[in-house]
């Protein structure tokens, strides 16, 4: 759904409204999130790199603060939107359209951040090739900043639900359509999934899939081991209990090459 043109633009509308976190995070738990990150910025201008980027919300606040941004994200519409708000507010941010799988960059950047649980929606062999690159493009000593569900009081959250819905014109398509979605939990693999059916008037049919994988700390320390990453911290309830994982589901991690 990132490259889909009308749904990506859709997308961004989201991203763009403050109030709401199911897009990018809300811009109480944005500022908290810039405010963690600063805090190890520990020279004046760093090089930092924002894997999946969106319209740039992040990288925005990291540059007015006088560090050298770039950010790397595969939606078109994101990008573009990124790139204009960066050159209307003289800001210097080097900003890619690409997928953040391909990173290919080595002892670059001072801090490369990956924010909204990003690692835990992918599958294990593409979270362990994506490490490997993140520590190539890293400079020696370099800090990975990132974000995971943790597995404490999920019970209620995870609950497998069904919903459906009706629509003239909405997130999904233009035209009327039916949303059929399903909520399912893989215990065994700590896995959630959030199933999307869009069925139109011409029968037409999409599935959208996000999968949310949720660790502990001691499965994130291992995880980071292996990829020659050494965790150095990790801070829970961080984000406000308005966040859409309540706050306390999200745990934030820094590693150190």
């Not at 690409?98 to 950047?109: A, G, I, S, T």
């Not at 398509?173 to 139109?200: R, W």
Request: hydrophobic share 35%.
């Amino acid at each position: 759904m990132w490259t889909d043109d009308y749904i990506s633009k859709k997308l961004l509308e989201i991203h763009l409204t403050p109030e709401l976190d199911s897009a990018s995070r809300s811009t109480e738990s944005i500022n908290k999130t810039v405010e963690f990150i600063s805090h190890f910025c520990k020279e004046s201008s760093m090089s930092i790199l924002d894997l999946g980027c969106g319209p740039g919300l992040y990288l925005e606040k990291l540059a007015e603060l006088g560090h050298k941004c770039t950010g790397i994200d595969f939606s078109k519409n994101s990008i573009s939107y990124a790139k204009n708000q960066a050159k209307e507010r003289g800001l210097k941010i080097n900003y890619l359209c690409q997928n953040y799988l391909e990173l290919d960059f080595e002892n670059q950047f001072d801090l490369i951040i990956l924010i909204y649980t990003d690692l835990g929606v992918l599958l294990p062999d593409e979270r362990e090739e994506l490490l490997d690159r993140i520590h190539k493009a890293l400079k020696p000593g370099g800090v990975f900043i990132f974000d995971l569900v943790n597995d404490k009081n999920l019970e209620e959250k995870l609950q497998e639900e069904q919903t459906l819905v009706f629509e003239n014109s909405g997130f999904w398509k233009p035209v009327p359509y039916m949303e059929l979605a399903n909520g399912f939990h893989y215990p065994d693999e700590k896995v959630f999934l959030k199933q999307h059916t869009i069925i139109d008037e011409a029968d037409h049919v999409n599935i959208y899939r996000f999968w949310t994988h949720y660790f502990t700390s001691e499965e994130v320390i291992a995880l980071l081991a292996s990829r020659s990453f050494i965790l150095t911290e990790y801070k829970e309830n961080l984000l406000p209990s308005t966040d859409i994982w309540n706050g306390e589901n999200i745990t934030f991690y820094k590693s150190q090459k």
